[in-house]
């Protein structure tokens, strides 16, 4: 599996999503209180991503 989701708990014991691509961590998500959220989240990226707009403040 070269790119993947992972949902996970924190230390503070919220859920977290994490995306990872060759087992390299590109991103991950506050934390959220339910998995339900953090589910919610990834079905977000994954609707939304494609379209967003990239912002360059370099």
Same mark, same amino acid.
């Given at each position: 599996?070269?790119?993947? &989701? +992972? =949902? $996970?708990?924190? @230390?503070?014991?919220?859920?977290?999503?994490? &995306? @990872? $691509?060759? %087992?390299?961590?590109? &991103? !991950?998500? +506050?934390?959220?209180? !339910? #998995?339900?959220?953090?589910? /919610?989240?990834?079905?977000? =990226? @994954? #609707?939304?991503?494609?379209?967003? +707009?990239?912002?360059? /403040? %370099?």
């Amino acid at each position: 599996m070269a790119h993947h &989701f +992972e =949902i $996970y708990r924190d @230390k503070a014991n919220e859920y977290r999503v994490r &995306f @990872k $691509y060759n %087992s390299e961590v590109m &991103f !991950s998500t +506050e934390g959220y209180a !339910s #998995k339900a959220s953090a589910q /919610n989240a990834i079905d977000s =990226i @994954k #609707k939304n991503g494609p379209d967003a +707009e990239i912002v360059d /403040n %370099s």
